[in-house]
């Protein structure tokens, strides 16, 4: 696999997958794109537009599908796919949203676009409870959720997988790029287990393998209570995945506590920021890699940073029962 890599972004050996797009690829992404956007009732959550997706995605160029379907197999240590060069009319663009919950229902080139990717990794989904189900819905600074630990603040966002809660979490989270914070570098901050696992004591493994935490749902979500316990780390001892949001998760004794307090030190020491720029699409393995958000100043004028997100997920069959008429969302 052939990739790209630039400075301002990942380190070389944060082992991430990076494609530039040529300007021949852009080109037939945005003509796929252009026809999904225009397909009837051009509507994103609709099941016949998504059809159309799914089959139009099959077209995208051969580099990028190789690409993705790379990072599905195995996403490194890294766990980030990060695609540039995609197509996007900034000058087109309407003022970036400021409402509370704000999704993107239409289909719009950047939706379009996202949808494409996101569906060669594996199926678009959302959740009823977040955000009225919206399969790609916008990060945007709300005025008055300044201070949020959520997708509509602006203070640093604790690290987390999407979702920690959730007996079905995403397996993958992409976030297009519309528009950044003017003068402003407002970086998606990643940290990966597949890193941190060799400087993660082994005492500390062992603590982190087992059901002694409990994770409260997002603001975002409107859910109940706090999760049944569970561990943070689960599954191949030298490959774990890693399931908490260090705002949400807690520890149910004090020896878990430190271990989970050593855990977030780890993971902020090794984390890098991405910082997207419109016309970039990243990725991350939710399954393997935290991310947060730094820190930035909305100017609520409508040229805030904006971006776009989608969830996905590799099986589907096993939340079908949640998903009526097998459709998108989980209610």
Not at 37 to 58: E, K
Not at 173 to 181: D, E, W
Request: hydrophobic letters at 40%; one cysteine or more; aromatic letters at 6%.
């Amino acid at each position: 696999m052939a990739t790209e890599h630039r400075a301002g972004f990942l380190p070389a050996d944060a082992d991430a997958y990076r494609l530039r797009l040529t300007g021949a690829e852009r080109d037939e992404v945005a003509a796929l794109a252009r026809r999904l956007a225009g397909t009837a009732p051009a509507l994103v959550d609709d099941p016949g537009w998504l059809a159309t997706a799914r089959r139009l995605g099959n077209r995208l160029p051969a580099h990028l599908l190789d690409t993705v379907r790379a990072f599905r197999h195995d996403p490194g240590k890294g766990g980030v796919l990060l695609v540039s060069g995609l197509p996007l009319h900034e000058d087109a663009l309407p003022e970036t949203p400021g409402g509370a919950g704000s999704v993107e229902r239409a289909a719009t080139l950047p939706a379009a676009t996202a949808v494409l990717i996101g569906l060669q990794l594996g199926e678009i989904v959302a959740y009823r409870q977040e955000k009225s189900g919206a399969l790609v819905q916008n990060v945007v600074p709300v005025r008055g959720l300044e201070a949020s630990q959520s997708n509509a603040g602006s203070v640093p966002l604790e690290f987390h997988i999407e979702n920690a809660f959730h007996p079905y979490r995403p397996d993958f989270v992409g976030l297009n790029c519309l528009r950044q914070a003017v003068g402003q570098k407002a970086g998606t901050l990643v940290s990966s287990i597949r890193r941190a696992l060799p400087v993660i004591e082994e005492s500390d493994r062992r603590v982190l393998h087992q059901a002694r935490f409990v994770t409260a749902p997002p603001p975002s979500f409107r859910s109940g209570g706090s999760t049944e316990a569970h561990p943070v780390l689960d599954g191949s001892p030298d490959d774990p995945n890693i399931r908490v949001d260090f705002n949400a998760t807690s520890a149910l004794d004090d020896e878990a506590k430190q271990a989970l307090e050593r855990l977030r030190v780890i993971m902020m020491d090794l984390s890098t920021a991405v910082e997207l720029s419109p016309g970039e699409l990243v990725f991350v393995d939710n399954r393997v890699v935290l991310h947060g958000r730094a820190p930035f100043t909305p100017r609520y004028d409508g040229r805030d940073r904006w971006l776009q997100r989608v969830f996905v997920h590799l099986d589907n069959r096993r939340t079908r029962v949640h998903r009526t008429d097998n459709g998108a969302v989980m209610g």
